[in-house]
Every structure is written in structure tokens, then in C-alpha cells.
């Protein structure tokens, strides 16, 4: 483990005036949430036997011939990767280290966890959606809806691989069927949250500049470097008292323009907090 690295950053962490985290997949996989193996098995067996699919995510791009396979499918989906708590405490040690500091979290993760685990729900922006959200499929007007309620029926009531038909979401304002709150196309809806997140995330950014910044990137990949890690890059770039940390097993790296004020650490994000959780602990010894 890279210890010295791990030293820096949580020494950074303790002096910084304020914490912008920006999490991706990376962060949800390493508390557990993972897509394949075991845990895909437990929940899609019957899928698995019937369509070969290989992963969770796969399956979901998958055109079933009906809309009550279609939610068969994902209430499974959305229940196991929303409503269910993570199998690892990651999200809560992560909330552990930043909950005295002022922070605010930008995350393309769409499973909710940051809020499971304490954090406050008004320095929180999920850009790309949430699994706990329908909206029409057309879209016919930017509004969102909560489907926890409908979702654990269509989980507890589905026989095989079907849901009832009365539990099939239907747009109430045009009668479409509604399908997920999650970014893939034009048709995403940004309803009023969403805006209003956008606005407190910039507000942030906007009273914070110039200040000892800590620009905290945990588990984002390459599909989306756009929302969080280039935007990250460059608002280090031009703020000489920020300093910028990678943690992403396998995928920790920085430009040179910045490489001076980075801290990029090729581990676990789970491994690496907790190590700084010890380390905190025993200097106050």
C-alpha cells in the first residue's frame, strides 16, 4: 500500500478549508456493489438460465418482448443496487472523514448510498440520475417520480420472471410507459432537484474560490471524464492552493500541469480510508 501517499492525503484532508468530493463507479464497486459474480447469480438466476446474460448491467440494455418481463428485471435491479444497503461500510467511512469539513459531493452514481450513509442531502448532486426515480419515456414534461413502493411490489409480487400487469408504470400526465431516471440519451429528464442541486454545487464552487481546496476523486473511470475529472483538472490547474487526489484502483493518474499538487493513489478506495481512519486515530494517541 502506498503508505507516504496516504499520509499526504490525510494530511491534506485535515488542513484544507473545504472538500469537493467527485465519486464514480469505482467508489460503489469497492463497497461491494458489484455487478457480476455471486451476487448477480443470487438475484437473476432465472435470467441468467434463460438469456445467458454475462452481467447485471448488460441485461438491463436487454428488449424484452414484455413490459412486465422488462420490470421483472429491474425492480431486481433497482432493488438489490438502490434499496438494499451496501455489503461494505465504505460510504460511511467516507462520510466519517469529511463530516466535520465542509464538503459537497458530484457524483455520476445513481445508487443513492451517500445519503444511506449520512450525508447531508443539500451537498449532494447526482448528475446522471437515480434508480429510486421514474419519468416518462417520452419524456412529456420534466417531472420525476419516487418508485420505491411500486418497485418492492413488483419484487415481491413477480412470479415467473413476470410482474402483474396493474404494476406496470404508465406516464400519469400521457399515459406512456415510464421508464428510469438514468442518463443515456436527450430524453434525460432534469426536473427541479436536479436544477436545484446543479445551482448549490456551482454556488459552492463559486464562495470557495481561491481557498485551500481539496478536490477528492474516488472511483471515476473514463466513460464520463467530462463531469468530474477534467473540470477537476482544470479548477486545480487554476487555483494554486488546491491540491488534486486520484484513488482509483488501476486507474490513478494526474496531467503534468498539476502533477506537483496531486496525490494519486493506485489502490482500494475501501483499503485507503480505512488506512486513513487508523492513522487519524493513532496521532491522537
Same mark, same amino acid.
Not at 461491494?32 to 447469480?41: A, D
Not at 411500486?150 to 400487469?165: A, D
Not at 477537476?232 to 492552493?241: A, C, G, L, S, V
Not at 498539476?258 to 492513522?279: F, N, P, T, W, Y
Given at each position: 500500500?502506498?503508505?507516504?501517499?496516504?499520509?499526504?492525503? $490525510?494530511?491534506?484532508?485535515?488542513?484544507?478549508?473545504?472538500?469537493?468530493?467527485?465519486? /464514480?463507479?469505482?467508489?460503489?464497486? !469497492?463497497? %461491494?456493489?458489484?455487478?457480476? /459474480?455471486?451476487?448477480?447469480?443470487?438475484?437473476? !438466476?432465472?435470467? @441468467?438460465?434463460?438469456?445467458?446474460?454475462?452481467?447485471?448491467? !448488460?441485461? %438491463?440494455?436487454?428488449?424484452?418482448?414484455?413490459?412486465?418481463?422488462h420490470?421483472?428485471?429491474? *425492480?431486481?435491479?433497482?432493488?438489490?443496487?438502490? +434499496?438494499?444497503?451496501?455489503?461494505?461500510?465504505? +460510504?460511511?467511512?467516507?462520510?466519517?472523514?469529511?463530516?466535520d469539513?465542509?464538503?459537497?459531493v458530484?457524483?455520476?452514481?445513481?445508487?443513492?448510498?451517500?445519503?444511506?450513509?449520512?450525508?447531508?442531502?443539500?451537498?449532494l448532486?447526482?448528475?446522471?440520475?437515480?434508480?429510486?426515480?421514474?419519468?416518462?419515456?417520452?419524456?412529456?414534461?420534466?417531472?420525476?417520480?419516487?418508485?420505491?413502493?411500486?418497485?418492492?411490489?413488483?419484487?415481491?409480487?413477480?412470479?415467473?420472471?413476470?410482474?402483474?400487469?396493474?404494476?406496470?408504470?404508465?406516464?400519469?400526465?400521457?399515459?406512456?410507459?415510464?421508464?428510469?431516471?438514468?442518463? !443515456?440519451?436527450?430524453?434525460?429528464?432534469?426536473?427541479?432537484?436536479?436544477?436545484?442541486?446543479?445551482?448549490?454545487?456551482?454556488?459552492?464552487?463559486?464562495?470557495? &474560490?481561491?481557498?485551500?481546496?481539496?478536490?477528492?476523486?474516488?472511483?471515476?473511470?473514463?466513460?464520463?471524464?467530462?463531469? @468530474?475529472?477534467?473540470?477537476?483538472?482544470?479548477?486545480?490547474?487554476?487555483?494554486?492552493?488546491?491540491? +488534486?487526489?486520484?484513488?482509483?484502483?488501476?486507474? $490513478?493518474?494526474?496531467?503534468?500541469?498539476?502533477?506537483?499538487? *496531486?496525490?494519486?493513489?493506485?489502490?482500494?478506495?475501501?483499503g485507503?480510508l &480505512?488506512?486513513?481512519?487508523?492513522?487519524?486515530?493513532?496521532?491522537?494517541?
Amino acid at each position: 500500500m502506498e503508505l507516504t501517499k496516504i499520509k499526504n492525503l $490525510a494530511q491534506v484532508l485535515e488542513t484544507a478549508d473545504a472538500v469537493i468530493v467527485g465519486a /464514480g463507479a469505482g467508489l460503489s464497486t !469497492s463497497a %461491494g456493489f458489484v455487478y457480476t /459474480g455471486e451476487r448477480f447469480r443470487e438475484y437473476f !438466476s432465472d435470467f @441468467i438460465e434463460k438469456y445467458h446474460f454475462k452481467d447485471m448491467y !448488460s441485461g %438491463g440494455f436487454y428488449p424484452f418482448e414484455t413490459l412486465e418481463e422488462h420490470w421483472a428485471y429491474w *425492480s431486481r435491479y433497482i432493488f438489490c443496487n438502490r +434499496y438494499m444497503d451496501a455489503p461494505k461500510p465504505v +460510504y460511511r467511512e467516507l462520510f466519517e472523514l469529511v463530516k466535520d469539513k465542509d464538503y459537497f459531493v458530484l457524483t455520476t452514481n445513481v445508487d443513492h448510498q451517500f445519503q444511506k450513509a449520512g450525508f447531508d442531502k443539500q451537498r449532494l448532486f447526482y448528475t446522471q440520475g437515480d434508480y429510486g426515480l421514474w419519468q416518462c419515456g417520452k419524456p412529456c414534461h420534466q417531472k420525476t417520480y419516487d418508485n420505491e413502493e411500486t418497485v418492492r411490489k413488483m419484487v415481491k409480487e413477480q412470479r415467473r420472471m413476470l410482474v402483474p400487469s396493474e404494476l406496470v408504470p404508465h406516464c400519469p400526465v400521457c399515459g406512456r410507459p415510464m421508464t428510469m431516471n438514468l442518463r !443515456s440519451d436527450d430524453t434525460f429528464v432534469e426536473d427541479e432537484g436536479w436544477h436545484q442541486a446543479a445551482g448549490r454545487y456551482e454556488e459552492f464552487l463559486r464562495r470557495h &474560490e481561491g481557498m485551500k481546496l481539496l478536490f477528492l476523486e474516488l472511483g471515476v473511470g473514463g466513460n464520463t471524464p467530462g463531469i @468530474i475529472k477534467y473540470p477537476f483538472w482544470r479548477m486545480t490547474y487554476q487555483n494554486p492552493e488546491a491540491v +488534486y487526489a486520484c484513488v482509483n484502483y488501476g486507474e $490513478a493518474f494526474a496531467p503534468r500541469e498539476i502533477a506537483d499538487r *496531486s496525490i494519486c493513489i493506485d489502490e482500494d478506495i475501501g483499503g485507503v480510508l &480505512e488506512q486513513i481512519k487508523r492513522q487519524n486515530e493513532e496521532e491522537r494517541i
